[in-house]
């Protein structure tokens, strides 16, 4: 079962953080739990995917060469 960005705000190890250092947290906690499993290449492709995304819902385009990231 994936967990969700309420599952890890409700953890108990991060309930009595303030709001806003509980979100960080649980997102740290997300992205690691997501990644833990990950090879090298794996990561890398992560990070872009998610950056990509960032930059097409943003309208922003990056100036920058793919040549480290794995065809897909």
Do not use: C
Not at 42 to 65: D, N, R, V
């Amino acid at each position: 079962m994936t967990k969700t960005l309420d599952d890890y705000l409700n953890d108990p190890d991060l309930i009595n953080e303030p709001s806003a250092l509980r979100e960080v947290h649980a997102i740290r906690l997300m992205i690691h739990d997501e990644t833990k499993n990950m090879t090298a290449t794996e990561h890398t492709a992560y990070y872009h995917k998610w950056a990509q995304a960032a930059f097409s819902e943003l309208g922003i385009t990056p100036k920058y060469t793919n040549h480290h990231v794995p065809p897909q």
